[in-house]
């Protein structure tokens, strides 16, 4: 299964994310979420170095960074949950990233 990080999550007036994916397997996508529901999908084309540096063997290195801006519905006011889900190419998922943030315009 995919493993990595949710290294930042933040919210002005778009929510603002970065991280890692990595998996033994092709990494088909990962999905922002926010209180359970996909929000949209960031493509995995950072080239991430000192990842890479800690997990050497694995073949997508170095490009397993992720990161962009999402809209952030207006009326989303409080506390929220934004996770960050990495699919492989065989269907398996998890996880990899959560925070929580409190929006107040």
Request: glycine residues 10%.
């Amino acid at each position: 299964s995919p493993f990595g990080a949710l290294e930042q999550a933040v919210v002005e007036e778009r929510l603002a994310v970065t991280g890692w994916a990595l998996d033994n397997r092709p990494l088909d996508r990962v999905d922002v979420m926010v209180d359970g529901y996909v929000i949209g999908r960031l493509p995995i084309e950072v080239d991430r170095p000192d990842v890479c540096g800690q997990w050497t063997s694995y073949r997508a290195c170095p490009t397993v960074g992720f990161q962009g801006s999402l809209e952030w519905p207006r009326q989303a006011v409080g506390e929220h949950t934004v996770d960050i889900r990495a699919t492989d190419a065989h269907g398996n998922s998890r996880i990899i990233g959560r925070r929580q943030i409190n929006w107040t315009p």
